[in-house]
């Protein structure tokens, strides 16, 4: 069983359109990081959301966590060619109940903007 | 500061070989984590590595191991490598690890033939 659901698993849109993505979990989780990875690069941390109901910004990217911390999601506004790239969630330590405490991923979108 | 780096970018070995892949961590930063990236599974964590000890282990056979060394370098090690092992992996450190916020490298994309 997958920990962690992104969807849409893929998504292409043209350039200066509005998008959504999400991550959603069956267990609650008390943190959640946003990466986005580009073509032959590691993934680069976006922002890290605690608190449910929490809402951040970052330039044209607005993250929301959810008020039961059970999902989280990724809206982009007036996506640019730039944004291309694999954008994973992905939650801290101590929640794969496996004794394993690194990063747990989803498998991430991958999201195309076509100019 | 400099980034997570990692040696060799690219790298292609036989099947029954091993591999020795190396990470330098960001200054400062004592937690080198491993991931395995692969087009079916996505990022699968491998192992961490805390101020030259592993801490925590992913759900890998054996054949993968690795090291910490005391400036904190880390290595990885693939031994017995399988036409599955083909993958990017990437190695992120942090502060304090434990599934904080993590840098990782640009990964090395090793491909077993």
């Known amino acids: 069983t997958q920990l962690l659901e992104q969807s849409p698993q893929f998504l292409s849109i043209q350039e200066g359109e509005n998008l959504t993505v999400y991550c959603n979990s069956s267990?609650?989780?008390?943190?959640l990081q946003w990466y986005r990875q580009e073509p032959g690069e590691g993934p680069v941390l976006l922002v890290t959301v605690v608190t449910g109901g929490e809402v951040k910004k970052l330039k044209r990217l607005t993250f929301q966590f959810g008020d039961a911390r059970k999902d989280s999601s990724l809206h982009i506004t007036a996506a640019q060619p730039g944004d291309t790239g694999l954008y994973l969630c992905a939650l801290g330590g101590g929640v794969t109940g496996g004794g394993a405490d690194g990063l747990t991923f989803g498998k991430g979108t991958h999201l195309i903007i076509q100019p | 500061k400099a980034g997570v780096t990692q040696t060799p970018r690219y790298l292609i070995k036989t099947r029954g070989q091993q591999v020795t892949l190396s990470c330098s961590p960001i200054?400062?930063?004592?937690?080198v984590s491993w991931y395995q990236q692969t087009p079916g599974q996505g990022l699968q964590f491998l192992f961490e590595?805390?101020?030259?000890?592993?801490?925590n282990k992913g759900n890998f056979p054996g054949r993968f191991s690795g090291r910490q060394f005391s400036n904190s370098r880390s290595e990885m090690n693939v031994s017995t490598l399988e036409l599955g092992d083909s993958a990017l992996y990437l190695c992120?450190?942090?502060?304090?690890?434990?599934?904080?916020?993590?840098?990782f490298g640009q990964g090395t994309r090793l491909t077993v033939v």
């Open positions: 590595y805390f101020s030259e000890t592993q801490r």
């Open positions: 200054s400062g930063h004592r937690s």
């Open positions: 267990s609650v989780f008390s943190s």
């Open positions: 992120a450190s942090s502060l304090d690890g434990g599934g904080t916020e993590a840098f």
